[in-house]
């Protein structure tokens, strides 16, 4: 009648299960933000009450932390401004060679163009021979037809 639960019923209040996602934090176990208590670091103002520990200062933590690099960053900016430099004085000598490879181009299409247009024009001359030819067959054609045509209506009268 009555069988154990191996599984809890109920999930205590206050937690709750999200799965994990990169792209935002949860909160898993309370809602509630944590308040700050410590009346020595009052001076934090809002952002000690925000999460509970005071915002160390920027400055002190680039001086300590990050004075190491800052030969290493200054070394990769001038490096980056060497190469920019460099660019910038290849960039005319790049200039030209692409204006002359246009250059090229432009003239190889207008011979290319020209070319075209000459055979068009020797088409044009070949269907134009063609046309008087046609021309000079239809006018034999109309003068074979009256000769015939004349013929047998000749042929037809006198009968």
């Not at 937690?15 to 176990?29: K, S």
């Not at 944590?34 to 933590?61: F, H, M, V």
């Not at 920019?84 to 002359?100: A, F, H, K, N, T």
């Not at 246009?102 to 024009?121: C, N, T, V």
């Amino acid at each position: 009648m009555f069988r154990f639960l191996n599984k809890q019923a109920f999930k205590p209040i206050g937690v709750h299960y999200h799965p994990l996602q990169g792209y935002h934090l949860h909160r898993t176990i309370s809602t509630t933000l944590r308040r700050n208590t410590d009346e020595a670091d009052s001076a934090g103002g809002l952002a000690g009450s925000a999460g509970g520990k005071a915002i160390p200062d920027p400055a002190q933590y680039f001086a300590r932390q990050r004075f190491g690099d800052l030969s290493k960053t200054v070394t990769v900016m001038h490096t980056k401004l060497r190469h920019l430099e460099v660019g910038q004085m290849e960039l005319p000598s790049r200039m030209d060679v692409i204006e002359r490879r246009l250059e090229w181009k432009f003239q190889s299409m207008d011979q290319e163009i020209k070319g075209i247009a000459r055979k068009s024009q020797s088409i044009d001359q070949e269907i134009e021979g063609v046309a008087r030819k046609f021309e000079t067959a239809d006018s034999r054609i109309y003068c074979l037809m009256y000769w015939f045509v004349g013929g047998f209506c000749f042929l037809f009268c006198i009968r």
